[in-house]
Antibody, heavy 125, light 107 residues
Framework: QVQLVESGGGLVKPGGSLRLSCEASKFTFGDFYMSWIRQAPGKGLEWISYISSGSTMIYYADSVKGRFTISRDNAKNSLFLQLNSLRAEDTAVYYC??????????????????WGQGTLVTVSS | EIVMTQSPATLSVSPGERATLSCRASQSISTNLAWYQQKPGQTPRLLIYGASTRATGFPARFSGSGSGTEFTLIISSLQSEDFAVYYCQQYKDWQWTFGQGTKVELK
């Protein structure tokens, strides 16, 4: 069974930084695209970043562009998210998720088939 | 940004009844639509992808349909383990957005 385990969350002051990690196991990590998704307390889901298997394609949601950086180390089966210039509204549980591809007559679909348990980031003074 | 709007926000259903959840996209997304189930205190779980393909582990009482801008998730006969929040999610042009969720609760 695919496993994704996030770590690195915690309490940080506004303007501060944090680095999240996601350790993957039970699948060939380097063959898959990955993403980070967050969920503010009591709120819905927000996709924030994507990275291709070889790190050649990276995308961000507008809400985090220029402040967050996604990266990966395929040799260590790990995904990372560097969070800088943190704001109160960045408070959330951060999930790493595996991106799955599917093709049918309607085209190319990308969705999240496995999720980690999440790590909580709290931005507060 | 493509905005996903789910309705209703809360659906009160009795066990054994049918539940119909709706999801609307602000522009056409073909069938680039997935549904997720999230129970309290748990991680979201993939339920449907490609608008209508059921993910592994979910029974046939769950079905998805739609294309373009209008999508539907039907739970044909609600079981106790189905009470949860359901999110739709679209993918287009390397951007993903989720709906705000529909909470299916016990009537």
């Amino acid at each position: 069974q695919v496993q994704l385990v996030e770590s690195g969350g915690g309490l940080v002051k506004p303007g501060g930084s944090l680095r999240l990690s996601c350790e993957a196991s039970k699948f060939t990590f380097g063959d898959f695209y990955m993403s980070w998704i967050r969920q503010a307390p009591g709120k819905g889901l927000e996709w924030i970043s994507y990275i291709s298997s070889g790190s050649t394609m990276i995308y961000y949601a507008d809400s985090v562009k220029g402040r967050f950086t996604i990266s990966r180390d395929n040799a260590k089966n790990s995904l990372f998210l560097q969070l800088n210039s943190l704001r109160a509204e960045d408070t959330a549980v951060y999930y790493c998720a595996r991106v799955m591809e599917d093709y049918d007559s309607n085209g190319h679909h990308l969705f999240f088939d496995y999720w980690g348990q999440g790590t909580l980031v709290t931005v507060s003074s | 940004e493509i905005v996903m709007t789910q309705s209703p926000a809360t659906l009160s259903v009795s066990p054994g009844e049918r539940a119909t959840l709706s999801c609307r996209a602000s522009q056409s997304i073909s069938t680039n639509l997935a549904w997720y189930q999230q129970k309290p205190g748990q991680t979201p779980r993939l339920l449907i992808y490609g608008a209508s393909t059921r993910a592994t582990g979910f029974p046939a009482r769950f079905s998805g349909s739609g294309s373009g801008t209008e999508f539907t998730l039907i739970i044909s006969s609600l079981q106790s383990e189905d009470f949860a929040v359901y999110y739709c999610q679209q993918y287009k042009d390397w951007q993903w957005t989720f709906g705000q969720g529909t909470k299916v609760e016990l009537k």
